[in-house]
T-cell receptor, first 113, second 114 residues
Framework: QKEVEQNSGPLSVPEGAIASLNCTYS??????FFWYRQYSGKSPELIMS????GDKEDGRFTAQLNKASQYVSLLIRDSQPSDSATYLC?????????????FGRGTQLTVWP | DTGVSQDPRHKITKRGQNVTFRCDPI?????LYWYRQTLGQGPEFLTY????????KSRLLSDRFSAERPKGSFSTLEIQRTEQGDSAMYLC????????????FGPGTRLTVL
């Protein structure tokens, strides 16, 4: 059974700060990693995908992947109140379960003005 | 370009009734997924289709649950003899040809079983 663990939060940061969200996964062979944002009562919305070790930047968001440590993170720079949401880390399965995503429980982020 | 759509958005039913949900994927996507999400948890995989073929089913998908995608376009998820524990958000997602392509989610159907 794959496990995806996230720091449970809640995480609270002031506007303009950097928010750091962390995720670890149990299957060393996992290859594809995703961060989704989910506003209360809404469905998950893709923020970032990452497949290779290192950093991937998209605007204010940076995803970091370290497969050796089985660790993926999301940094949000210049946090805004509109970033307040739950952030879900997701990892693809392998082999017969390649098509499915395994999700963490999410980290709730609050950005206060 | 329209995204993934789901219908209905909300469903309230009494225990023991049957319910059916529909999902229309992004038009060029041939993979379609169903997940279930309860409060405070991440989505949990239920099943997925590649075109009309159902390729994987989770153990969460008891014999009261059935999913179809008859022509490889829209999909339906039916729950028979609903139980209070079935109350959840049912999410549909679609993706391109490769299993690790990004999955895009629809708005979900929130089911409440009284």
């Amino acid at each position: 059974q794959k496990e995806v663990e996230q720091n449970s939060g809640p995480l609270s940061v002031p506007e303009g700060a950097i928010a750091s969200l962390n995720c670890t996964y149990s299957d060393r062979g996992s290859q594809s990693f995703f961060w989704y944002r989910q506003y209360s009562g809404k469905s998950p919305e893709l923020i970032m995908s990452i497949y290779s070790n290192g950093d991937k930047e998209d605007g204010r968001f940076t995803a970091q992947l370290n497969k050796a440590s089985q660790y993926v993170s999301l940094l949000i720079r210049d946090s805004q109140p509109s970033d307040s949401a739950t952030y879900l880390c997701a990892v693809n399965g392998r082999g017969s379960t390649l098509g499915r995503l395994y999700f963490g429980r999410g980290t709730q982020l609050t950005v206060w003005p | 370009d329209t995204g993934v759509s789901q219908d209905p958005r909300h469903k309230i039913t009494k225990r023991g009734q049957n319910v059916t949900f529909r999902c229309d994927p992004i038009s060029e996507h041939n993979r379609l997924y169903w997940y279930r999400q309860t409060l405070g948890q991440g989505p949990e995989f239920l099943t997925y289709f590649q075109n009309e073929a159902q390729l994987e089913k989770s153990r969460l998908l008891s014999d009261r649950f059935s999913a179809e995608r008859p022509k490889g376009s829209f999909s339906t998820l039916e729950i028979q003899r609903t139980e209070q524990g079935d109350s959840a958000m049912y999410l549909c997602a679609s993706s391109g040809r490769h299993p690790t392509d990004t999955q895009y989610f629809g708005p979900g159907t929130r089911l409440t079983v009284l």
